[in-house]
């Protein structure tokens, strides 16, 4: 995530270089060096206007400005990790086929969820990305009804997970076979999303997020006063990270 007030954010990157086999008294071959410029422009709001009668206002014994800000708040985070799972195109596909099925969708069961835990890491392997998940960790996003399954999964395997789950319960950010799990029900239907952690990268435009607009001088002509709050953003998977992020496929719900 990244504060900033730039309307654009790049992240350049080299082409990776091909190591090459030499033979004593012949000439090798230079290859060039090409930067790519990836870029992403913050381009994207989401805003709550509120507006309250000033007789309503005072009548009230519960609606407060501030309490009214601290609501708009909560919502426009929910806006915002609405629109990052809504970014599943953009990641790498991961289906059925991964956890040695059929093409399409996978219907997350019991007797599955360890293998799509087991496959996902595998292709990180496979993308060279073991190094990075090494240094940032792995993390999926699961659907309530999954993390349910591996809340019955942890406690029917092992004894040291069995008691954690038994006694305490799976929870945000619950550590189990190398993978953090999370889960949420503002995913979109059918994409469970995963990968390696802290590459997937969002822009907020700093001096919006957070500022809380209230007019109190009778807004559009009308007695009252008004509550307003946006956050701008845009999210990015950049190319050089796109092979560890994951758009897993499961069935709808």
Do not use: C
């Not at 700093?206 to 953003?233: A, W």
């Amino acid at each position: 995530m990244e504060y900033t007030n730039s309307r654009v954010l790049h992240n350049p990157y080299l082409t990776v270089p091909t190591v090459q086999t030499g033979e004593r008294g012949t000439a090798y071959t230079m290859q060039a060096i090409t930067e790519t410029n990836s870029y992403v422009t913050i381009d994207t709001f989401k805003i709550l206007p509120q507006f309250i009668d000033r007789a309503d206002l005072a009548q009230s014994t519960f609606m407060r400005q501030m309490e009214l800000a601290d609501l708009q708040g909560i919502l426009l985070n929910e806006a915002i990790e609405t629109a990052l799972y809504a970014d599943w195109s953009n990641l790498t596909s991961f289906g059925n086929d991964q956890i040695g099925g059929a093409a399409g969708t996978i219907t997350v069961s019991a007797t599955n969820i360890d293998d799509i835990i087991r496959a996902m890491k595998r292709e990180i392997r496979k993308a060279s990305g073991e190094g990075l998940m090494n240094r940032n960790g792995a993390f999926i996003v699961w659907y309530p009804t999954h993390f349910e399954i591996l809340e019955s999964y942890m406690q029917a395997n092992g004894f040291v997970t069995a008691d954690t789950a038994l006694k305490g319960g799976t929870k945000q950010g619950i550590e189990y076979m190398g993978v953090t799990h999370y889960s949420s029900n503002l995913l979109a239907t059918g994409h469970v999303v995963g990968g390696v952690k802290k590459v997937y990268h969002l822009g907020i435009l700093k001096d919006t997020y957070g500022q809380v607009m209230v007019n109190e001088k009778d807004p559009l002509n009308i007695s009252g006063i008004s509550v307003v709050s946006r956050v701008d953003f845009k999210g990015k998977v950049w190319e050089n990270v796109l092979p560890v992020l994951f758009n897993i496929h499961v069935e709808a719900w």
